[in-house]
Nanobody, 126 residues
Framework: QVQLVESGGGSMQPGGSLRLSCVGS????????VAWFRQAPGKAREPVAC????????RYADSVKGRFTIARDPAKNMVVLQLNSLKPEDTAVYSC???????????????????WGQGTQVTVPS
């Protein structure tokens, strides 16, 4: 059974940092394209970052470029999202998603991903 489990969320002051983890079971995340999405209360889910499975790079939403970093830890079957310089508008539930096949022009679409975690809450008070 495939499962993705996120952890590392919490409350952090503006300007602070958090490190989110997405651990896979029942699948080898090295073979998958993995993305992080987030959903704030009352808002639609939005893409944050994507990491390609063939080491061909990453993609970031404009709102997080230069502040967030997505990376793979193959030894732990894990993908991490480092959140730096946090802002109140980063407050959301962050979820990881995985898929074997994601087109370069569709990484930002929720429908492109087959597996999802339950999410972890990130709160940055204003």
């Amino acid at each position: 059974q495939v499962q993705l489990v996120e952890s590392g969320g919490g409350s952090m002051q503006p300007g602070g940092s958090l490190r989110l983890s997405c651990v896979g079971s029942g699948l080898n995340l090295r073979d998958y394209n993995v993305a992080w999405f987030r959903q704030a209360p009352g808002k639609a889910r939005e893409p944050v970052a994507c990491l390609w499975n063939n080491n061909s790079g990453t993609r970031y939403a404009d709102s997080v470029k230069g502040r967030f970093t997505i990376a793979r830890d193959p030894a732990k079957n894990m993908v991490v999202l480092q959140l730096n310089s946090l802002k109140p508008e980063d407050t959301a539930v962050y979820s990881c998603a995985a898929s074997l096949y994601v087109g370069s022009t569709s990484w930002f679409l929720s429908s492109a991903y087959d597996y999802w975690g339950q999410g972890t809450q990130v709160t940055v008070p204003s």
